[in-house]
């Protein structure tokens, strides 16, 4: 390890961690996002990770220690996740309440920091009683609140099955208008008529499979099938097999003969001419496969290997859709098949209007009960990760997403093609079937409209978290409750607790700049449309300078005040998410302080994004218990600079329905787990934990000369998860490499910290010990090296810094805290690595995590009596 930087020593009026210093002023010079030619070399970051009211009440009790020792002044950079921006946000909203009242704010330097710091540290602060008295509002427990709760989940539910619904009786309904055209055009309808469609010759030479059913089970779901079946899967199984793979473009004389001859003894024997059509549609589909990668860019060279290669990867790239998509089919003949037969059984028994009405209530409770039976069972199984530190739905992602599937769209589908059945009256009543269909088609048109997305986004139980939210955390520090006649009640909403993203700016005034951290799900490559195995999501990052996304896409906001909020890319190289064809910014949608805090905090857990996290997701949506955020980031797919999609006529054909059918478009895209990413124009918004628990990226990521790191993530195995995905990804991204500091108090010594500071830090060892001994240690030193700058870029301000110092702070329990927490703990034995439910969050709890941070604070801060220097952004 190098040797650590000199300090100026403990006695020196400001944070001890500012210590570590590089004479050379360029080494944290600045060129990101705040606009200014560079950071202080003080720079100071904050980071307060996720877990619910956990990390809320943890995340108090550290800033409560810094504003008491005189730290939080020397705070520059907040950046919150989940959790921890509940506490951000309050702190953030607690330094703009100042400048947002009445009159100028007072000039004088430091002001609002001491009057924040008083705030949060006398005895029976207004703000502080506020959170231990209301905290519970996020998840209460009266018949009331579950009364709201329960309506809150019902009307999400009837959204998702309402819209989702309406689509498949608008498909069902169409299918059955050709279905039974045939039999109303010529006169021959009835319950049990076979449909004349079918008659024509080729669709007979094309549909053996389904001539030789009953006519019953035949229907134009099973002819499409066996059409893709015939015309596309079987032609480009044997297509790959004709092209030749050493001569180019020619086909493999052996295999072609043997087709043709065995086609040729098709013909004779049986009469049929269907393996005949088989082989000339693949000695097109080889000709097509030859014909798109001469088009492809690719070696001139016809010879050339790569050639061949492509020809045969266009045909496997094409089987593989052609056979997902025949499957496909095939189960809505199923799923048609089986509702036809309902529809058959209640129209031959004649009943009553009322009676089928019920059936369909009936089967919808049964659904609902099933789903909500399996997302409780699924988050139990989620919840094993507080006791093993890896969730159980990790080896659960099949079975869980084929569960999803049955017990989710299945009966949906099943009861909509009842219903399409039932309303022509199998043929019987036509005028009436066709009339619904039309019905059904223009609900669908409508609920796919962009301004019907709100019907989505803000249904369920996402708009009620977000009113919570903001009473009990924004309403904690409104100034106008204190005048409202209804200000005391935390459950009344009062003008002030929420405020226009664009009217947040707590760093005006002296605080910290707050970046809150959200995550992009990205499950699938819109360039090949394969399920990636990797993140599931890219950090999306929300402040008042702009947005932030994956490591090198940043856009700026323009115009503040404008509606809606406009966004220009800072870079000009594409592909970029916020680059589109024209040189205009983005329109994107304006979201609240609140709204942005809550999709922070929209997952029912922290912990490592992964297809557990999606499979829980599934599940939540089915029952109404969805959560996370569809985002309108202001541009299409298409509208994008060298966007990394697909062309072609399925990709126009795909983009075509999701512009007629957005609402659809998204539900289907959660109830199948497929997330474009940031490529789409609707980006899926949840919990910035899925990427990053700690929310400690972009402060590395903005190479933060010092950073201090509040980690209150549940970890009972003590096997240090979320800062190993901090590590992880500090490397993978940023290219920078972790050091811990040798424990020893001689060692941190040197670093400014003083002696009764220095005792409590330690090794990462000495934090994740054993599940069943006390941690030894609060705290420990590390080093972020970031890598030396590109050729040519030595003078860059931004890449010249290369240290960043992080102070990581544990949740942990060594035995030195309190008697309160003591007495907790003794009957608590997974304190302070309890589970994440916010359900049982009682004052007890709250106070115990609260005091845990207050007193690691108290170990690591030293007082500092005046600050050092002016506060900044003042």
């Known amino acids: 390890m190098d040797q650590p930087p000199e300090s100026t020593g403990p006695e020196r009026n400001s944070p001890w961690l500012l210590g570590p210093r590089r004479a050379d002023p360029l080494d944290y ?8 030619k560079g950071l202080p070399p003080d720079t100071l970051g904050l980071a307060l990770s996720g877990e619910g009211l956990r990390g809320a009440a943890f995340g108090l009790g550290v800033l409560q220690a810094m504003a008491r020792a005189g730290w939080l002044r020397h705070v520059d950079y907040l950046s919150t996740v989940d959790g921890g921006g509940y506490i951000g946000a309050f ?49 209460p ?42 039999d109303h055009a010529i006169g021959r309808g009835g319950v049990f008529g076979a449909p004349r469609w079918s008659l024509h010759p080729w669709i007979v030479e094309l549909s053996p499979i389904g001539q030789s059913l009953p006519a019953g089970w035949r229907g134009p779901w099973l002819a499409v099938a066996e059409w893709s079946l015939w015309l596309t899967v079987v032609p480009l199984m044997l297509a790959y097999w004709l092209a030749s793979q050493d001569l180019p473009e020619s086909f493999v004389a052996p295999v072609l003969i043997s087709a043709a001859i065995v086609a040729g003894a098709a013909l004779f024997l049986a009469g049929g001419s269907l393996a005949l059509i088989v082989l000339a549609v693949s000695v097109l589909w080889t000709l097509a496969s030859w014909a798109a990668a001469r088009r492809e860019e690719g070696p001139q060279n016809e010879s050339h290997p790569h050639r061949r290669m492509m020809a045969r990867e266009h045909l496997n790239r094409r089987l593989t859709f052609w056979v997902a998509l025949t499957v496909a089919l095939a189960a809505f003949w199923v799923i048609d098949r089986v509702g036809r037969a309902l529809a058959v059984m209640s129209l031959h028994r004649a009943p009553s209007l009322g009676a089928v009405v019920w059936w369909l209530v009936a089967a919808g409770v049964v659904v609902l009960a099933l789903t909500v039976l399996l997302n409780v069972a699924a988050r139990a199984l989620a919840s094993v990760r507080s006791r093993t530190g890896r969730s159980a739905l990790a080896g659960w992602t099949l079975p869980g997403s084929v569960a999803a599937l049955v017990f989710g769209a299945l009966p949906l589908a099943i009861a909509m093609s009842f219903v399409g059945h039932a309303v022509y009256g199998g043929g019987e009543d036509y005028a009436r079937g066709l ?20 019907l989505i986004n803000r249904s369920g139980f996402f708009s009620i978290q977000v009113g919570r ?25 009062v003008v002030g607790d929420d405020v226009a993203f664009d009217q947040y700016q707590p760093e005006s005034v002296g605080g910290p700049l707050h970046l809150i951290n959200c995550a992009v799900r990205e499950t699938f490559d819109l360039a090949s449309f394969q399920v990636t195995r990797n993140r599931g999501a890219e950090n999306l990052a929300v402040g008042p300078a702009g947005v932030s996304v994956a490591r090198a896409w940043h856009a700026l906001w323009t115009d503040r005040g404008t509606t809606p909020r406009l966004l220009r890319p800072l870079g000009t190289e594409a592909p970029d998410p916020f680059l589109g064809r024209g040189d205009d910014p983005v329109r994107a949608e304006p979201l609240g302080l609140e709204d942005w805090v809550a999709i922070s905090g929209a997952t029912s857990g922290a912990g490592e994004a992964g297809r ?23 541009l299409d797919a298409g509208e994008r600079a060298d966007a990394p999609i697909r062309g072609g006529l399925l990709t126009t054909l795909g983009a075509s329905f999701a512009r007629l059918f957005r609402g659809q478009t998204l539900l289907l895209s959660e109830l199948t787990g497929r997330f474009g990413g940031p490529w789409t124009r609707h980006w899926c918004l949840s919990s910035g934990a899925v990427f990053e628990c700690t929310g400690a990226y972009e402060l590395l990521r903005r190479r933060l000369p010092f950073i201090i790191v509040c980690d209150a993530v549940a970890d009972p195995e003590r096997r240090g998860m979320a800062l190993a995905r901090l590590v992880r990804l500090a490397r993978v991204d940023l290219g920078a490499e972790v050091t811990e500091i040798r424990p020893g108090h001689e060692a941190f010594e040197k670093f400014g910290a003083p002696a009764e500071m220095a005792k409590h830090l330690g090794s990462l060892g000495d934090l994740l010990t054993s599940p069943n001994a006390p941690s030894r240690n609060h705290a420990a030193l590390l080093r972020f090296r970031h890598p030396e700058p590109p050729p040519g870029a030595d003078g860059d301000p931004y890449l010249a810094r290369r240290d960043s110092w992080v102070l990581y702070i544990k949740t942990t329990y060594n035995g030195d805290e309190p008697v309160d927490i003591r007495a907790y703990a003794a009957a608590h034995a997974d304190f302070p690595d309890d589970g994440t439910t916010d359900a049982d969050f009682d004052e007890q709890r709250w106070e115990s995590y609260r005091l845990l941070g ?14 050092s220097r002016p506060p900044r952004h003042e």
């Open 435 to 454: 009339t619904i269909t039309v019905v059904a088609v223009l609900l669908s048109l409508l609920f796919g409209a962009r301004e019907c997305l709100p």
């Open 854 to 867: 207050e007193h690691i604070g108290e170990c690591l801060f030293n007082k500092v009596s005046a600050p």
């Open 91 to 139: 702190l953030g909203r607690y330094f703009d309440s100042y400048r947002m009242r009445r009159g100028e704010p007072d000039p004088t330097p430091g002001i609002v920091q001491d009057r924040v710091a008083g705030g949060l540290t006398q005895p029976g602060s207004a703000p502080v009683d506020w959170l231990r008295r209301h905290s519970n509002q996020l998840a």
């Open 469 to 493: 939210l903001a009473r009990t955390f924004f309403g904690a520090v409104n100034p106008a409750r204190r005048a409202h006649p209804e200000g005391q009640d935390a459950t009344r909403p």
């Open 141 to 182: 427990g009266g018949v009331g609140d579950a009364a709201q709760n329960l309506v809150g989940c019902l009307r999400s539910f009837l959204a998702f099955h309402l819209v989702l619904g309406a689509l498949f009786l608008a498909v069902f309904g169409a299918v059955d208008a050709v279905d039974y055209l045939g």
């Open 612 to 634: 557990a996290d999606l499979a829980q997701a599934r599940w939540s949506a089915l029952p109404g218990l969805r959560s996370g955020y569809w985002w309108d980031s202001g």
């Open 29 to 36: 010079a600045d060129g990101g996002d705040d606009q200014s």
